[in-house]
């Protein structure tokens, strides 16, 4: 995924609040509020003073002009925009990326695998089907990468789902998408969620697949990079 120089540029945050917006200085010393496209804590991936990439859009029908994309802390860049980590997955299961996935040729956005819940991705090859949950990775602690920030009911819902549908001897994962560039593996956030990190447990007992990869996040772009170990 790439950004264009014309409709993005940095700025300092002064302040988040109210979850989705956030009060920043951009660099003409003009102070704006953004868009916050996160619902989680963004816990340890901002604070007071830091520098943030925007993008601005000119769509009459927005309220707000600006989005904040990511934040940068002295190590990294962190993607935080979780609105385009969809479509950063979808673009690596196109271009068969997922090496754990790159078999299946039929991708379906946001299909529905019970009568309550929708899932990420639908994935089929023949009669064969994977049912994809994708989760965005921005906190992180001692180069680990750590998911979720924030206790996360409807995370664990998904879980369960994932370990229903393996269940139905059909194939199941999450992959867990770490967005920033200073971690070399990935754990659950036992301390902030442990009934999260317990589900995980099961599911991968159950056979749900756990996947975790990390994107090299820039003020350029996101580009897929690697897979990370993970430990439970």
Not at 8 to 26: E, G, H, P, S
Request: proline share 3%.
């Amino acid at each position: 995924m790439l950004f264009s120089a014309e409709n993005t540029c940095q700025a300092v945050i002064l302040k988040r609040y109210k979850r989705f917006l956030a009060d920043v200085q951009l660099d003409s010393q003009q102070v704006v509020t953004a868009h916050v496209p996160n619902t989680g804590s963004m816990k340890g991936c901002w604070q007071a003073g830091q520098r943030v990439l925007l993008t601005h859009h000119d769509n009459p029908k927005r309220k707000l002009k600006y989005t904040l994309e990511m934040t940068q802390n002295a190590q990294t860049w962190i993607g935080v925009n979780t609105a385009r980590t969809n479509s950063l997955v979808a673009e690596a299961l196109q271009l068969r990326q997922i090496n754990e996935l790159k078999n299946y040729s039929n991708i379906k956005a946001e299909q529905k695998i019970s009568a309550h819940t929708r899932i990420d991705f639908l994935l089929s090859e023949g009669e064969n089907q994977l049912a994809l949950e994708v989760k965005n990775v921005t906190l992180a602690d001692n180069q680990t990468a750590l998911f979720p920030d924030a206790v996360t009911t409807r995370g664990q819902k998904h879980l369960r789902e994932l370990i229903e549908f393996r269940g139905q001897n059909k194939e199941s994962a999450i992959l867990f998408a770490v967005q920033r560039n200073d971690v070399t593996s990935f754990a659950p956030a036992k301390e902030i969620d442990p009934q999260y990190a317990q589900l995980l447990q099961e599911a991968h007992k159950a056979g749900v697949k756990i996947l975790v990869y990390q994107w090299h996040v820039s003020p350029q772009k996101i580009v897929l990079e690697k897979s990370l170990p993970f430990h439970l």
